[in-house]
């Protein structure tokens, strides 16, 4: 019997990873009491272990509210969260590979048996050409960036604008600390408050396929604040990524409306040259929906029609999702070749299945 246990605060566990559940293989039991859940574990070591697919967003299956689906015998889990008459999965199964076609199969009968469909947001292609195997409709979503540390600069005629923008944003008195997100909770909210509100009156926080502060996945972040005459001005989170790059992703940025320029350029150049004074190789700067899109990249069976609406909202779509106002800010950073991500369809490519992905991220 499969089991499904939704991360909350209360799921934090009190055990090392080491220490096992009495339940089968992979599974988590679905009513454990506070203190007892082994739900966090269970998913901290099937993202950190079961890395074929090279998920750079595969931490955000830790997210408070996101829902983990698991079978006995089977080793890996599903993260999802229901929107509507829909499983929305983030990535595709993180599972051992003998295991992973099984998984996804018992998370596709879960779904049937309970009159809902399935459709997954950001497969990688590994994931991708598996599900387009298993019948699902699979098309281009959009692409990750990525920047490889060692050999990263911001000399040259390239960065000289954003180097002047960094410069300025540090004569302005900027100041960049790491710190832990419970000590300046007052602080985040603040800038979280203002920020939302200059977006327009219907603005609303998105979650899911975006980072969150908070909970107890927050000791495996980290938080840089920028502040000014010691008043936080912004803040940067970086999550673990975790495969063949390895690293940190830039995860979630908010800043103070105030129009004092560079001030996100400058808070991630200071983390860059904290992360490769530690070694780390890699700095990904997370999924953007509509970019990215090449129809070599697209797979036998694909949906022609939606694959002329990913390239419309790609030059329309700004009310729904602000796409290349992000990559405009991705690109200042001159990532590697773009990492292609797909959405997968339990049937036919369906405009309300694709909807149903941007509210499960609370988009309306």
């Known amino acids: 019997m499969s089991s499904t246990t939704t991360m909350t605060p209360s799921a934090a566990p009190t055990a090392s990873p080491a220490s096992a559940s009495s339940a ?4 988590v039991p679905q009513d454990t009491a506070p203190g007892d859940n082994t739900a966090y ?18 931490f955000l299956a830790m997210s408070q ?12 889990v599903i993260a999802y969260r229901r929107a509507g008459r829909h499983l929305v999965q983030l990535g595709g199964p993180f599972a051992a590979p003998e295991d992973y076609r099984p998984l996804l199969k018992a998370f596709v009968a879960h779904a049937h048996g309970q009159g809902l469909h399935v459709v997954g947001a950001q497969l990688q292609r590994h994931d991708a050409l598996v599900y387009a195997e298993c019948g699902f409709t699979v098309n281009q979503f959009g692409s990750s960036w990525v920047v490889h540390l060692p050999g990263f600069t911001l000399r040259g ?4 604008r954003m180097r002047n923008k960094i410069s300025r944003a540090f004569r302005s008195g900027l100041e960049v600390s790491e710190v832990a997100a419970d000590e300046v909770g007052a602080a985040i909210e603040a800038i979280d408050t203002a920020w939302l509100g200059s977006k327009g009156e219907q603005a609303r926080p998105l979650t899911f396929l975006v980072g969150e502060l908070g909970g107890p996945a927050q ?14 001005v912004g803040y940067i989170s970086y999550s673990p990524v975790y495969g063949s790059r390895a690293g940190w992703m830039h995860d979630l940025s908010r800043r103070i409306p105030d129009g ?12 860059i040259e904290v992360l490769r004074a530690e070694g780390a190789q890699w700095l990904h700067f997370g999924f953007t929906p509509f970019t990215g899109l090449d129809a070599a990249g697209e797979l036998p069976g694909h949906s022609k029609s939606f694959q002329w ?24 950073w001159a990532p590697q070749e773009p990492i292609t991500e797909y959405v997968a369809f339990d049937g036919p490519a369906s405009v309300t299945a694709f909807a149903h992905i941007f509210r499960a991220c609370n988009a309306f």
Do not use: C
């Open 260 to 271: 004092t320029p560079g001030l996100m350029e400058a808070i991630n150049s200071h983390v």
């Open 65 to 76: 509210g996101t829902s983990a689906f698991t079978a006995p015998g089977l080793d890996g």
């Open 157 to 160: 005629s390239r960065f000289m």
């Open 41 to 58: 574990d269970t998913v901290l070591r099937a993202i950190r272990t079961h890395t074929q697919a090279d998920n750079p967003s595969a």
């Open 309 to 332: 609406l990913m390239h419309f909202l790609w030059e329309q779509g700004a009310a729904l999702y602000p796409a290349q106002t992000q990559l405009a800010y991705k690109e200042k």
């Open 219 to 232: 000791r495996h972040r980290r938080l840089f604040v920028g502040t000014i005459d010691s008043r936080p």
């Open 24 to 27: 089968a293989p992979g599974a």
